[in-house]
């Protein structure tokens, strides 16, 4: 089982910058995603990460924006976000999968953190 902790959520207005931190603890292997759901939208993926090869895939509403990038030796993930958007607006979850092919839907992750709030103003 995994522990994951997220944090560097916050208010920023629109075109601004914040970075998320997930930290892992545990046994930590596979994939590392983050996922984001908006109030009355379902949960969505973001960006993955996986372990030591450091292969990445983002969803294509934040390609170019943001950036995920791992610590090995801390086992932290992080998610740094430019240029935000008021549609970037949503609760971020940082989740783990024991597979290294990354996937994009929430079934393929067994390990969810708390979630941190982001938004973004106009």
């Known amino acids: 089982q995994v522990q994951l902790v997220e944090s560097g959520g916050g208010l920023v207005q629109a075109g601004g910058s914040l970075r998320l931190s997930c930290a892992a603890s545990g046994r930590t292997f596979g994939t590392m995603g983050w996922f984001r759901q908006a109030p009355g939208k379902e949960r969505e993926f973001v960006s993955a990460i996986t372990w030591i090869i450091d292969n990445t895939y983002y969803a294509d509403s934040v390609k170019g924006r943001f950036t995920i990038s791992s610590d090995n030796a801390r086992n932290t993930v992080y998610l740094q976000m430019n240029s935000l958007k008021p549609e970037d607006t949503a609760v971020y979850y940082c989740?783990?999968?024991?597979?290294?092919?990354?996937?994009?839907?929430?079934?393929?992750?067994?390990?969810w953190g708390q979630g941190t709030q982001v938004t973004v103003s106009s």
């Open positions: 989740a783990a999968s024991s597979t290294m092919i990354i996937r994009t839907t929430t079934d393929a992750y067994h390990s």
